[in-house]
Nanobody, 115 residues
Framework: QVQLVESGGGFVQAGGSLRLSCAAS????????MAWYRQAPGKQRELVAV???????NYADSAKGRFTISRDNAKNTVYLQMNSLKPEDTALYYC?????????WGQGTQVTVSS
């Protein structure tokens, strides 16, 4: 149905930056919302940031002031700009796209922040 391709993860030192991208393709009519989640080893998956089709955004407290979510509706792509990265940001980051009433997940991209 819908394929999500994520990119941009990698290894950075504390204080560095990364920009994650997630492009959706396939049978797409209208994307209602796009979001980024992350999951660290031994922890539950948590919401990092979400953006609606209209551009409204919401962030986890841990991401506020450091991360910025944005989207290009024409390209069906969502981005997560991550600045001032901390070791505790290390996790597998997942893209989620909501189309009508169905959620689609990406395979995840690894972000590792060293001290």
């Amino acid at each position: 149905q819908v394929q999500l391709v994520e990119s941009g993860g990698g290894f950075v030192q504390a204080g560095g930056s990364l920009r994650l991208s997630c492009a959706a393709s396939g049978s797409i009519s209208s994307i209602n919302a796009m979001a980024w989640y992350r999951q660290a080893p031994g922890k539950q998956r948590e919401l990092v940031a979400v953006i609606t089709r209209g551009g409204a955004t919401n962030y986890a407290d841990s991401a506020k002031g450091r991360f910025t979510i944005s989207r290009d509706n024409a390209k069906n792509t969502v981005y997560l700009q991550m600045n001032s990265l901390k070791p505790e940001d290390t996790a597998l980051y997942y893209c989620k796209v909501t189309i009508v009433l169905t959620n689609y997940w990406g395979q995840g991209t690894q972000v590792t922040v060293s001290s």
